[in-house]
């Protein structure tokens, strides 16, 4: 099982900056092979902002794409996204997540923070 732990988030003013943070842990953390970030507006689907696959690729939702920074401290199972200019297309819930390969390969979500963008 992970457990994956979210920090950050809350009100920004557009045109500002975020960073999001989350950390993995329990039993199957060593076996994470992809940590990102989705994010669900009210009444849309959860989709993808940021994913980063271990030794892998990067990807990035076209929306976000130059905005927008994963990094990964693998070492310490953490995954963090800054964002700048902001807007309030960026508002939503943001989740973290990270895909494992033990015991059985597995999705697991974070609980969710909200950002809010508006001044």
């Known amino acids: 099982q992970v457990q994956l732990v979210e920090s950050g988030g809350g009100l920004v003013q557009p045109g500002g900056s975020l960073t999001l943070s989350c950390a993995a842990s329990?039993?199957?953390?060593?076996?994470?092979?992809?940590m990102g970030w989705y994010r669900q507006a009210p009444g849309q689907q959860r989709t993808l902002v940021a994913r980063?696959?271990?030794?892998?690729?990067?990807n990035y939702a076209d929306s976000v794409r130059g905005r927008a920074t994963i990094s990964r401290d693998n070492a310490k199972n953490t995954v963090t996204l800054q964002m700048n200019d902001l807007s309030p297309e960026d508002t939503a819930v943001y989740y973290c997540?990270?895909?494992?390969?033990?015991?059985?390969?597995?999705?697991?979500w974070g609980q969710g923070t909200q950002v809010t963008v508006s001044s």
């Open positions: 997540n990270a895909g494992a390969r033990l015991p059985l390969l597995s999705d697991y």
């Open positions: 329990g039993s199957s953390a060593s076996s994470i092979y992809v």
């Open positions: 980063d696959f271990n030794g892998g690729p990067t």
